[in-house]
């Protein structure tokens, strides 16, 4: 009987997903509670994704499409940000904390693909875990997830040292399968953290097949997530279909995912983006015009909304972003820390926020780069930069001048980034004299520039990779800075201080969160201290919904999980009953 009634949603899933028009919402109830399946889900995003290859996953938008196609061992709960089973089934860590065995779950399938004999998915095991966290331990432009293991894994410095020189590498000691459904990961010592750093998209887990009928550079991927990727048409829109084989189920026994079909689409401006919502092209669109931010306010909260907002819902969640300029420290005018803090007290954030952004934002970023949405952390104890033009002024006279313009770059987002730009570089050319070049870049490229070191000033959004407070520091541990290849990665900034790295290291070594909370934050005090970046403001998230679509997820680190999203058909009905 269940798998006659699995045939028939299978069935009905295909039906619907190819006859759903933007009137017209085909639904089939779930056999338990108030779910239904069926139903293309549509949402834009500003900007395109940078890559699918787990080990160069270092953007938002590639992190949340790439969420819905692959599971890594464990992920974070959205709403308490502690590590959960995802893959993995279990674990054991021997008495002195230094081997950890992962149980794996058995009957999980990767996606039906033509890397595969027959193009039929395969079940996943153990060798797949093992070849893809090695993958992390590789030295190559591909690999920016060293990270995760570097200094925690037995013996996994060396190896990645001479790994591009090795054409014939052998298994790390560290990394080890024991059989089908089991493996180990052994310690150079306890580290607390090992589970978090398992949680990262660049831990994802895919198949060998896939690497080598693709490669890594391909938009193309293939997990054990809820969704398949099925089409790509590149810098316009991405299709996933439902995963038809997918091991998950939610409480009362339905099998996931619901929808049938997500389809992303990348819309550059965020009127056009807004346009599409109310025209009902798509039903989701995260953050909003910051022109029309007011507006859309003033609107949401009428109890007769005029034409193209009768079903929408403005959506407004806890998302831990902090918005920043950085600083290439390699430059020969910008290595200066004077020039650095000339630039940060020339700065109005209140300004930027309120005005600029029309307060589309959490609040001010006056103090650390970590944001305070972070729980458990004493972001605020951290003594950050404001605007004070005079201090500006008197450090400038002091500091290099730069003989030519420097340039910001920085992608679009929309309009959003642009007039934050705009809104920077006129307050530094007031307060300092010194012009900025404006120089807007999609955001995969932007990326580029940034490990070749082709950049002086950037506006960047940092989300964490683990939910951890000590992640934000990474990328500007001096020992992150690893060159390859003419790419330097993680600490593309290339910033160097000896008590900066002392701080960082005592986190990392620290047993006790509180302990670690202390040594990151005197590492966070000195970073800025020093200028090497300039918090602007902390974000939360803002979407607009069609009403009718159920349990968006919310995940504050934006490793969204889509699989338990619905729709309902009482929009639908009402909408006819109009007509």
């Known amino acids: 009987m269940i798998k006659n009634f699995s045939f028939y949603i ?297 034409e193209g907002w009768e079903h929408s819902i403005l959506v407004r969640k806890p998302e831990i972003v902090t918005h920043y300029l950085a600083f290439n420290c390699a430059d020969k005018f910008f290595k200066s820390s004077s020039l650095r803090k000339a630039f940060a007290y020339s700065i109005d954030k209140t300004t930027i926020l309120s005005t600029t952004l029309n307060g589309e934002g959490l609040e001010v970023a006056e103090h650390g780069l970590i944001s305070p949405a972070y729980p458990s952390y004493p972001a605020k104890n951290v003594r950050g930069i404001s605007e004070r033009q005079d201090s500006a002024r008197t450090l400038l006279e002091v500091a290099p001048i730069p003989s030519e313009k420097p340039t910001l770059i920085f992608y679009p987002d929309g309009s959003r980034n642009t007039l934050v730009a705009i809104a920077i570089v006129d307050q530094i050319k007031n307060t300092l004299g010194i012009e900025v070049n404006l120089q807007p870049m999609p955001l995969a490229k932007l990326q580029e520039a940034l490990t070749e070191g082709k950049f002086t000033i950037v506006l960047l959004s940092k989300t964490p990779d683990y939910a951890k407070p000590i992640s934000y520091l990474e990328n500007f541990y001096s020992r992150n800075i690893i060159s390859y290849k003419g790419k330097t990665y993680p600490n593309v900034f290339q910033y160097q201080n000896k008590v900066f790295d002392e701080w960082y290291e005592k986190a990392l070594a620290a047993k006790q969160a509180t302990e670690a909370n202390a040594a990151v934050l005197q590492a966070e005090q000195q970073l800025i201290n020093d200028a090497v970046v300039i918090p602007l403001w902390y974000d939360e998230k803002y979407m607009l919904l069609k009403d009718n679509l159920k349990n968006i997820p919310t995940h504050p680190l934006n490793m969204d999980d889509f699989s338990e999203v619905y729709f309902t058909p009482e929009t639908q009905q009402k909408e006819k009953s109009k007509k």
């Open 10 to 306: 299978l069935i009905l899933l295909t039906i619907a997903g190819c006859r759903q028009t933007r009137d017209e919402l085909i639904l089939v109830p779930a056999a338990k509670g108030n779910s239904y399946y069926g139903g293309i889900l549509r949402l834009s995003k500003t900007e395109y994704i940078h890559t699918l290859y787990p080990p160069s996953i270092t953007d938002p938008v590639s992190t949340q499409v790439a969420s819905m196609i692959y599971e890594g061992l464990f992920k974070t709960d959205p709403k308490t940000l502690e590590v959960i089973p995802s893959l993995a089934e279990s674990y054991e860590v021997n008495s002195d904390s230094t081997i950890y065995t992962f149980q794996i779950k058995k009957g999980v399938l990767f996606h039906d693909d033509p890397c595969f004999p027959n193009g039929k998915g395969r079940e996943l095991k153990a060798g797949d875990i093992v070849y893809s966290l090695i993958q992390l331990c590789i030295k190559s432009p591909d690999n920016q997830g060293f990270a995760l293991f570097k200094n925690r894994l037995k013996g996994i410095n060396e190896y990645f040292a001479t790994s591009d020189k090795n054409k014939k590498l052998i298994v790390p000691e560290a990394i080890k399968q024991i059989d089908d459904y089991h493996f180990q990961l052994i310690l150079e010592k306890p580290n607390p953290d090992i589970l978090f750093q398992l949680t990262r998209p660049q831990a994802f887990i895919y198949p060998i097949e896939a690497i080598n009928k693709y490669g890594t550079v391909r938009p193309k991927a293939v997990g054990t997530g809820p969704f398949m990727l099925t089409e790509v048409e590149r810098e316009i829109s991405i299709n996933l279909s439902r995963n038809p084989h997918y091991h998950r189920h939610d409480v009362p026994g339905n099998q996931l995912p619901f929808l049938s079909q997500i389809n992303i689409q990348f819309i550059p401006d965020k009127r056009s983006e807004l346009a599409e919502f109310k025209g009902g092209n798509i039903q989701m669109m995260y953050h909003l015009p910051p022109e029309q931010f007011i507006e859309i306010m003033k609107i949401e909260s009428m109890e007769n909304k005029p």
